[in-house]
Nanobody, 126 residues
Framework: QVQLVESGGGLVQTGGSLRLSCAAS????????MGWFRQAPGKEREFVAS????????SYADSASGRFTISRDKAESTVYLQMESPRPEDTAVYYC???????????????????WGQGTQVTVSS
């Protein structure tokens, strides 16, 4: 059974930093794209970043590019999202997701991912 468990969320001030973790278990993820999404109250879930588990290539939403970094540790079976200089508009529940054999074109769309974590709250204060 696949499990994705996020951790690391919390309250952070503008200009600080935060690292989210996603512990993945239940199968081999070598053919998966791992993604981070977020959802603020009253808004749709939106793409933040993704990484190919095997090759490590990454993609970012414009809002995250240059500030957030996605990475993975194969040995620990964990995906990370390093958030630098977060802004109040980054406040949301952040979700980790895994999608099998995703084409690059579909990496930004939640409906193409097969497994989801429970989410971790990130609150950025000004």
């Amino acid at each position: 059974q696949v499990q994705l468990v996020e951790s690391g969320g919390g309250l952070v001030q503008t200009g600080g930093s935060l690292r989210l973790s996603c512990a993945a278990s239940g199968r081999t993820f070598s053919s998966y794209t791992m993604g981070w999404f977020r959802q603020a109250p009253g808004k749709e879930r939106e793409f933040v970043a993704s990484i190919l588990w095997s090759g490590g290539s990454t993609s970012y939403a414009d809002s995250a590019s240059g500030r957030f970094t996605i990475s993975r540790d194969k040995a620990e079976s964990t995906v990370y999202l390093q958030m630098e200089s977060p802004r109040p508009e980054d406040t949301a529940v952040y979700y980790c997701a895994a999608g099998l054999l995703l084409a690059t074109l579909y990496e930004g769309y939640p409906r193409h991912y097969d497994y989801w974590g429970q989410g971790t709250q990130v609150t950025v204060s000004s």
